[in-house]
């Protein structure tokens, strides 16, 4: 963060001021919110959650290097006092990213953000100084701290920006307004909490109407290959740029394949030229990413031989996304889960079946969240699908919606030992460590609140030799 002395950092988020001896002092380190992460110079805010109350932890923060605390009440340290710390921290984050000027690029989608996010900010650091979140901070609180890092030197800033509602993409744009504006694609991701795939293409294509006219620089980059997204091109004053495997896209991928280890390879076609990809991360699902981060880094000035070698180069810089790991005894963990919705699970199924070509594959799954009315539908497709990709053997892991997992494979045909349901993590841990062979495949998957990693996590103990590809 930029050097700002507390009587500034007061001023802004028009708080007061309290315990504080030395109001000229300066926060010369990074915005927290877990008092965990204090450095010495850091701002602490204090948020009263529903488990914790970060209040409780002020002196602790102080004492840990704090500078001050960004608070709702005294508690008996310097402290900045606000009525609404995540109001502050928007109005803190937006003066800093008006002060230093640095080109903003957002994006937001229904699947995909996160690892997108990571090829852009890889891309990008390869031209300046580059801030990114770490994973997916991507809603009210972790945006504005994520922006709060950039410094005087930062030339791009890359943000993901998250939505479970319309108006949030808006709110979000109006904390840090955004040049760039990338938009990859409307899903079922939340479909419950939005009412409909056309409230999602309404709530997405905030973004694009956030970004400044065409004269002014702004660009949306578009996915010419999603209907609701390529339409978003009317909602915007700024300059469409398509990306996708459609001819009319300006930045397009053309022979598309995946390499005997299930790593996508294509030609990478843009307006000033074309270059070989091989990348390190695995599945189809990532071609279009790479696109959407090759549209970027062309707008902003990066040659096309360089965009596909950095994409050549790129690996995981986020935990649990297709994270593939071979333990000694050749058995390969594709760790995935991280999160899931229809799309996601589709592609992470595809990339298990390219990965096990001659190899015992294994499926364990859990549940998609938030798909309202479209639980029961898409999570048998996915479980017709894993069939249909010839999967050997899929484990369905938890409740209700885990069973329809495996009831629709089993309706496809899949009978005997080929699917089975199990009622937990430990089941499945336990059902894995007794079957699993030489040269099996696993891919792990569910949404967040499932925690499957620990599966990943239990088969992957005491294998100090295996080695973390894409990283």
Not at 37 to 66: C, K, M, N, R, T
Not at 398 to 413: I, T
């Amino acid at each position: 963060m930029i050097a700002l002395s507390l009587t500034e950092i007061a001023a802004i988020v028009g708080g007061q001021t309290y315990d504080i001896p030395d109001p000229a002092v300066q926060v010369t380190g990074p915005v927290v919110y877990d008092s965990r992460q204090v450095e010495p110079g850091s701002l602490f805010a204090a948020f009263a959650g529903e488990h914790a109350d970060g209040h409780d932890y002020a002196q602790g923060a102080v004492a840990a290097g704090a500078v001050a605390v960004l608070a709702t009440r005294p508690v008996g340290v310097p402290a900045i006092v606000v009525p609404d710390v995540t109001a502050a921290l928007g109005a803190l984050a937006r003066t800093v990213v008006e002060r230093l000027g640095t080109t903003v690029v957002a994006l937001t989608g229904s699947a995909g953000k996160t690892s997108t996010k990571d090829l852009v900010a890889q891309l990008l650091q390869r031209k300046g100084p580059t801030v990114w979140p770490a994973g997916n901070l991507n809603n009210e609180i972790g945006l504005p701290v994520t922006a709060l890092r950039a410094a005087e030197d930062t030339r791009h800033l890359v943000l993901e920006m998250g939505a479970r509602g319309v108006g949030h993409i808006r709110y979000l744009t109006e904390l840090t307004p955004p040049r760039i504006g990338l938009v990859l694609n409307v899903g079922t991701a939340h479909i419950g909490e939005f009412g409909g795939r056309d409230r999602i293409a309404q709530a997405k294509g905030e973004l694009v109407e956030a970004l400044p006219p065409a004269e002014e620089g702004g660009v949306a980059v578009l996915n010419a290959d999603d209907p609701l997204v390529k339409g978003m091109a009317s909602r915007t004053k700024a300059r469409v740029v398509l990306f996708g495997e459609s001819a009319e896209a300006a930045v397009r991928a053309e022979n598309v394949r995946l390499t005997e280890n299930g790593q996508p390879s294509f030609s990478l076609h843009t307006p000033t030229g074309c270059s070989d990809v091989t990348m390190r991360l695995y599945g189809e699902h990532h071609v279009s990413n790479a696109l959407a981060a090759a549209a970027v880094a062309h707008e902003l000035g990066m040659p096309v031989h360089e965009i596909a070698a950095a994409l050549s180069e790129a690996g995981t810089l986020s935990r649990w996304r297709m994270e593939v790991t071979e333990r000694p005894d050749g058995v390969t963990i594709v760790n995935d889960a991280y999160n899931a919705n229809p799309e996601s699970m589709r592609a992470a199924l595809r990339a298990l079946a390219a990965m096990g070509r001659g190899r015992r594959t294994w499926a364990v799954l859990g549940l998609m969240a938030e798909l309202g009315d479209e639980a029961l539908a898409e999570h048998d497709a996915v479980g017709r699908l894993a069939v249909r990709l010839n999967v050997g053997k899929l484990v369905a892991v938890g409740g209700r919606e885990a069973s329809w997992l495996q009831l629709g494979a089993y309706n496809e045909g899949s009978w005997g030992e080929e699917s089975v349901h199990v009622s937990d993590a430990q089941a499945a841990i336990d059902l894995l460590r007794s079957e699993l062979r030489p040269g099996d495949v696993v891919l792990v998957k569910a949404s967040r609140s499932v925690g499957l990693e620990r599966v990943a996590q239990a088969l992957l103990e005491n294998t100090t030799e295996g080695e973390v590809a894409g990283r």
